[in-house]
Nanobody
Framework: QEQLVESGGGLVQPGGSLRLSCAAS????????MRWVRQAPGKGLEWVSD????????YYRDSVKGRFSISRDNAKNTLFLQMNNLKPEDTAVYYC??????WGQGTQVTVSS
């Protein structure tokens, strides 16, 4: 069964960094555009970043540009999100998504002093 499993979330102080991972299995990861989506408490889903199947093109929402970096390792079927200079407004459950189809269970990121 197709599966995405996120990890790497946690509690971090403002200005800190986290690296999220998303491990894919049971589908052809290298063929899919991948994205990170987040959901803050009491709010709807919010797109964060996309990366194309080969990893050469990446896109970000304005509020995370210059702070977040998406990448992938197709040999290891893994998607990453490096998050630097985190802000309280980045607090959310972060989900990885494969081409609009498969979803992970999410990982909580809390930015607080």
């Amino acid at each position: 069964q197709e599966q995405l499993v996120e990890s790497g979330g946690g509690l971090v102080q403002p200005g800190g960094s986290l690296r999220l991972s998303c491990a894919a299995s049971a589908f052809s990861f290298r063929d899919y555009e991948m994205r990170w989506v987040r959901q803050a408490p009491g709010k709807g889903l919010e797109w964060v970043s996309d990366i194309n199947s080969g990893g050469a093109s990446a896109y970000y929402r304005d509020s995370v540009k210059g702070r977040f970096s998406i990448s992938r390792d197709n040999a290891k079927n893994t998607l990453f999100l490096q998050m630097n200079n985190l802000k309280p407004e980045d607090t959310a459950v972060y989900y990885c998504n494969a081409g609009g189809g498969y979803w992970g269970q999410g990982t909580q990121v809390t930015v607080s002093s």
